[in-house]
Nanobody, 127 residues
Framework: QVQLVESGGGLVQAGGSLRLSCAAS????????MGWFRQAPGKEREFVSG????????YYADSVKGRFTISRDNAKNTVYLQMNSLKPEDTAVYYC????????????????????WGQGTQVTVSL
């Protein structure tokens, strides 16, 4: 059974940084595409960042480009999201997701492209 466990969320002041981690219990983690989404109260879940299983390609929402960095450590079955220069509008529950099949046709910004989801971790950015 696939399990994704996010950690690293919390309360931070605007301009601060957080690093989210997602520990994945996936036998094929090294060939799984990974992504981060977020959902603010009253809003739809939205794409934040994605990373191919090779690590060669990364994708970012325009709203986080230049501030957030996605990375992975296959030895630890973990994907990270380094978040810098945080803004109040970054406040949301952040979800880790995987396309554990590592499909070439994977579309990182599309929710339906992912096979499994974590439970989420809350990030709150105060003024």
């Amino acid at each position: 059974q696939v399990q994704l466990v996010e950690s690293g969320g919390g309360l931070v002041q605007a301009g601060g940084s957080l690093r989210l981690s997602c520990a994945a219990s996936i036998l094929t983690f090294s060939t799984a595409n990974m992504g981060w989404f977020r959902q603010a109260p009253g809003k739809e879940r939205e794409f934040v960042s994605g990373l191919t299983w090779t690590g060669a390609s990364t994708y970012y929402a325009d709203s986080v480009k230049g501030r957030f960095t996605i990375s992975r450590d296959n030895a630890k079955n973990t994907v990270y999201l380094q978040m810098n220069s945080l803004k109040p509008e970054d406040t949301a529950v952040y979800y880790c997701a995987t396309d554990r099949r590592g499909r070439i046709a994977w579309q990182p910004k599309t929710l339906a492209s992912y096979t499994d989801w974590g439970q989420g971790t809350q990030v709150t950015v105060s003024l």
